[in-house]
C-alpha cells in the first residue's frame, strides 16, 4: 500500500518569503503521479502543480515549485514570494500509474504573516 | 464549462437517518471519486466509478455505505442508519476518460453533520 506523510502539520512565513512544504512517500512503483493540492478556508481543492515520475526536471508553476527526489521518495512544495492568499491546507497526494484514486497525506497548515 | 457541482452543500441529519449526496462530474468526464476528510484530516479515498461500474471501493465502510454513478444523472454516495462518526466533508472529484492519471477536479464537498 502507498502512503504519504506530511510531516510539518503547521507552518508560517512572513510574506514575500520563501517556505518548503515536505512529503515523502512509500510505494513500490517505478512510475506513478505525485500533487499538490490547496485547500483554503472555503475548503475547496485545489490543483498547485502536479509531478510524473518519470521525468527528472522538477515540475513549476509561477511561484510554485518542487523538489523531486525519486531515490528519496520526497516530494517538497516550495512557495516563493508568499503572499497572503497562499494561507490555506496544503496535500500532497499520490497516484499510481494507471489507476485513478489518489493518496493523500494528512496535510500541512501554512499560515502567511503580513 | 461548470466544474464538479455537489448538492446538498450542508446536509444535517439526526441518528439513524438516511444520508445521500450527489455529483455531477465535470462534463465530459466518466470517472468519479468519493473522498471523506474528517475535522483537521486528509482526504480519505472512498470508492472509485465509471458510468454503471463500481472500479475500486477499497475505501469503503463494509456497512451503511454504498455508492453508485448510473447511466444516466449523478454520482450518489448513500450512507444509510447514519451515526455521530459519519459527521464528515464528503469530497467529489471526477476526471476524464481519455487516458489515465489525469489529475482530479474537485468538487466544493458536501458537510455532513449528525446531530
Redesign the interface.
Known sequence: AQTVTQSQPEMSVQEAETVTLSCTYDTSESNYYLFWYKQPPSRQMILVIRQEAYKQQNATENRFSVNFQKAAKSFSLKISDSQLGDTAMYFCAFMKNNNNDMRFGAGTRLTVKP | NAGVMQNPRHLVRRRGQEARLRCSPVKGHS?V?W?RQLPE?????MV?LQKENI??ES?MPKERFSAEFPKEGPSILRIQQVVRGDSA?Y?C?S?PPAG???????G??TRLSIL
Do not use: C, M, T, V
Not at chain 2, 41 to 45: D, S
Not at chain 2, 100 to 106: A, D, K, L
Open positions: 470517472h471519486y473522498y484530516e486528509g482526504l480519505k479515498f472509485y472500479i475500486d475505501g466533508a469530497f472529484a476526471s489515465r492519471n489525469q489529475p482530479q477536479h474537485f466544493d464537498g
